[in-house]
């Protein structure tokens, strides 16, 4: 079936560093592919999509580019804040009769330091 | 325009009692899906309901699990004489009803964190 495997956490960083959490999928078909973002004591939320091959989502200065050839869908941002300390899930979507079920990997835990 | 609502947002339970979890989706929203998570662990699909229909429940354990979406009112998720291992955080997210497009979100509630004693 459908998989999703991230980097394990947690990962810590030091304010304006440059951050990669990477993610890989399997997949039969072509599935779109998500980050969520979970902070404290809250749902998810959703950062950002791709919905084909070589598509790149970004939002809030974070991106991912969804590699085919790779199966990757790897989250990078150039400079984190304090702010950016969450849990961040990446997904896929396994289309059930016309809408999406998510299938997430384990989640990475992510602490920026000032 | 509200969110995903659901309620409790803490429910404690002894083992064997009965665990009750209620999901508004958002207004205009036909479509909801119920996700676990673990400690520690990414959120797993348990079930997908329309209005009045359960679509995959191809997640849901086969006993002492049950969900429903009615015509009126919000989703429930009911879990009968509880265990220790049903302790999780347990999601709702609606979306709304299928259209042309690709990609379908699903927004999410801030959860229920079930604690079995």
């Known amino acids: 079936g459908n998989s999703v495997t991230q980097m394990e956490g947690p990962v810590t960083l030091s304010e304006e560093a440059f951050l990669t959490i990477n993610c890989t999928y399997t997949?039969?078909?072509?599935?779109?592919l998500f980050w969520y973002v979970q902070y404290p004591g809250e749902g998810l939320q959703l950062l950002l999509k791709a919905t084909k091959a070589d598509d790149k989502g970004s939002n809030k200065g974070f991106e991912a580019t969804y590699r085919k050839e790779t199966t990757s869908f790897h989250l990078e941002k150039g400079s984190v804040q304090v702010s950016d300390s969450a849990v961040y899930f990446c997904?896929?979507?396994?289309?059930?009769?016309?809408?999406?079920?998510?299938?997430f990997g384990q989640g990475t835990r992510l602490t920026i330091n000032p | 325009n509200a969110g995903v609502m659901q309620n409790p947002r803490h429910l404690v339970r002894r083992r064997g009692q009965e665990a009750r979890l209620r999901c508004s989706p958002m207004k205009g929203h036909s479509h909801v899906y119920w996700y676990r998570q673990l400690p520690e662990e990414g959120l797993k699909f348990m079930v997908y309901l329309q209005k009045e229909n359960i679509i995959d429940e191809s997640g849901m354990p086969k006993e002492r699990f049950s969900a429903e979406f009615p015509k009126e009112g919000p989703s429930i998720l009911r879990i009968q004489q509880v265990v220790r291992g049903d302790s999780a955080a347990y999601f709702c997210a609606s979306s709304p009803s299928y259209t042309t497009l690709a990609y379908n979100e699903q927004f999410f509630g801030p959860g229920t964190r079930l604690t079995v004693l």
């Open positions: 997949a039969t078909g072509y599935p779109s």
């Open positions: 997904a896929l979507s396994d289309r059930v009769q016309g809408a999406q079920k998510l299938v």
